[in-house]
């Protein structure tokens, strides 16, 4: 079963919700936490580094091949994003790698053969073992400005990885474009992580439509949840969204989490709020 | 007229209260830019309400036509993006997955995909409660290109900044380091980053700042929630000296935060605001540092 982590707002407590759900549930299941967050993952920052296998990811994008092209402008004409432009006067091909998207039409259709895809780095991924449960992180490399086709494979390489019977929790980016319908879309359930602010309630709105149109089944976990709690609590039931836990606002919580530590057994409150998170999980998982 | 721009690298830190602040406790003229296109939010404290807008289009979405289509498979054939399904027969196009690049309307041998233009979102020029203008933007749902209509809002807002005679453009970020936030980055005069002293507010600030270097734009840092925990805020702030990043300003860990943003109000707006002083000696810094 894929569950993706996901929040329109950043900082609601995305990270926090899985990597302490992780913990919690590794004890009674197979747990894979993977973190999709890959312009800024921060996963791995709460969990000890003991091994881990790195993969460097990369991704095909054309490369010109002076010899063979006969300047017939072909490649300008299908790209529609300009990253192959034609200058006639010079003779030369530019090929600008950060427009492009990977989509072959230059290089397949150029009747000389002379736009040969080849790679391009994008980032990494790093495969973390651990003793309870493991982490799979994409790391974005700086520079880099499409995280899609990162997140695709690292997304990838985790079902490669784990099989079907693990329990895959996925880090989510924030926001509400191209690079979380890409780490939410295959996945059986999105648990949206809120907080009880104006603003935290807009952003909730826009994911909800996203979540909609994407036909997939959610709840909501709200954070920091002590004042204005009826902010999101009235737009659930007019909704008729499961809100399914509730995690306190604490000085305590957010100390434990500046040192990047976890935080499900602090107290008997916060622990059963994560079993309920873990119960909605279980009922989910027995209706498929 | 010089151009501000926020960022944090982590979400959450704190981007738009201070852009909002720092814009009602200024006395020059701003025009306000919310380049958060994905999670906009500088218009929940400033009273602006969404008008008619402007439709933006941006990029192509492919769509078959049943009646032409022959079921040849040539289309799903040259997919790189697993957009195309067959079903008994039939071919389909997956909105959501589409990625715009026209490959497959190319090579169709009957011609029976058509590449329409896709509403990326609106964009809105707007004013405050206290007549400032701003300009800010909604994303489609479910749409891409968020990027361009970050780019989008920004040459706006240079538009409504001359026509205002503004002194400054102050930028709402986004959080991350990929297109949005490049997107925000080109053309600023300066960049101010806003971290808190967690393991994750360090380690997002070092990515976010790796990225402004390469662009090679003044920046300086702003630590919000300080006292929360000492010895990463002294991390942070032996990271800036290494870096030679000027620290700002430092806001405590303060309940005004959270008690402005929930009555829909402006850190530094209430009387006796004890957050104001900081805000005002941070603004002044900022222009000085321009």
């Known amino acids: 079963m894929k569950i993706a982590i996901a929040s329109g707002k950043g900082g609601t407590g995305k990270t926090t919700v899985s990597v302490n759900l992780a913990a919690y549930m590794s004890s009674k299941y197979k747990i894979i936490l993977t973190d999709l967050d890959v312009e800024e993952p921060n996963s791995s920052l709460f969990l000890d580094k003991e091994n881990y296998d790195k993969t460097i990811i990369s991704r095909m994008v054309p490369h010109w091949n002076k010899s063979t092209c006969i300047s017939c402008g072909k490649c300008n004409e299908v790209c529609n994003f300009n990253a192959v432009i034609q200058i006639e006067a010079l003779n030369e091909v530019v090929v600008f790698p950060k427009l ?66 693990y329990i895959k929790i996925f880090d989510s980016p924030p926001g509400t474009s191209c690079p979380v319908i890409e780490a939410v879309k295959d996945s059986d359930l ?86 309920k998170i873990s119960q909605f999980i279980e009922i989910k998982r027995a209706g498929k | 007229m010089k151009e501000i721009v926020v960022v944090s690298g982590k979400g959450g830190t704190g981007k738009t209260s201070i852009t909002a602040a720092l814009a009602f406790l200024s006395s020059e003229a701003i025009t306000l830019a919310d380049c958060d296109v994905d999670a906009a939010n500088l218009h929940l404290l400033f009273g602006v309400k969404y008008d008619e807008g402007e439709e933006f289009y941006s990029g192509q979405l492919a769509k078959i036509d049943q009646n032409k289509c022959k079921s040849c ?54 004013t405050t409660r206290f007549h400032t203008p701003m300009v800010h933007a909604r994303l489609g749902i479910a749409a891409e290109n968020s990027g361009k ?64 270097k390469q662009f090679d734009l003044e920046a300086g840092v702003v630590i919000n929630k300080n006292d929360l925990n000492i010895s990463k805020s002294k991390e942070i702030k032996e990271y800036l000296q290494k870096n030679k990043v000027e620290l700002l300003a430092s806001f405590p860990w303060h309940q005004e935060f959270s008690e402005s943003l929930a009555l829909g109000k402006i850190v530094g707006e209430k009387e006796n605001s004890t957050l104001k002083p900081i805000l005002i000696k941070l603004w002044e810094k900022i222009k000085e540092s321009i």
Do not use: W
């Not at chain 1, 949840?225 to 305590?252: D, F």
């Open chain 1, 190 to 275: 999105v648990l949206l992580v809120t907080e009880p602010t104006p603003f935290g309630l807009n952003d909730l709105k826009i994911s909800v439509e996203v979540m909609r149109k994407l036909n997939k089944e959610f709840g909501i976990i709200v954070n920091r949840a002590e004042s204005h709690l009826q902010l999101i609590n009235n737009y659930c039931q007019r909704e008729n969204i499961p809100l399914i836990a509730k995690l306190p606002q604490s000085r305590n919580i957010a100390e434990l989490y500046s040192q990047g530590k976890l935080v499900y057994r602090i107290d008997p409150q916060v622990e059963n709020e994560f079993m």
């Open chain 2, 149 to 212: 209509l970050v780019a989008k809002v920004k040459e706006k807002a240079r538009e409504v900044a001359v026509k205002n005679k503004s002194d400054y453009i102050l930028v709402d970020g986004s959080p991350g380091i990929g297109c949005p936030v490049v997107s925000s980055l080109s053309g600023a005069d300066y960049v101010l980053i806003v971290t808190e002293p967690t393991v994750s507010g360090i380690h997002d600030l070092e990515r976010v700042y790796e990225v402004v």
């Open chain 2, 73 to 126: 498979g040539r289309c799903k054939a040259v997919c790189h993006f697993d957009a195309i399904t067959e079903s008994e027969g039939q071919y389909f196009i997956s909105q959501i997955d589409c990625e715009g690049c026209g490959y497959c309307a190319r090579i169709c041998p009957q011609t029976a995909i058509n590449m329409n233009d896709n509403m990326a979102g609106k964009l809105y020029d707007s």
């Open chain 1, 100 to 165: 492009c998207h990977s989509c072959f039409a230059c290089s397949d259709l150029c009747p000389t053969s002379s736009l040969p895809m080849g790679r391009e780095r994008v980032g990494l991924i790093n495969h973390h073992f651990h003793k309870k449960f493991d982490l799979i992180e994409g790391i974005l490399d700086i520079g880099q400005e499409q995280a899609v086709p990162l997140i695709a494979r690292t997304i990838a390489y985790t079902d490669k990885h784990y099989s079907t019977d």
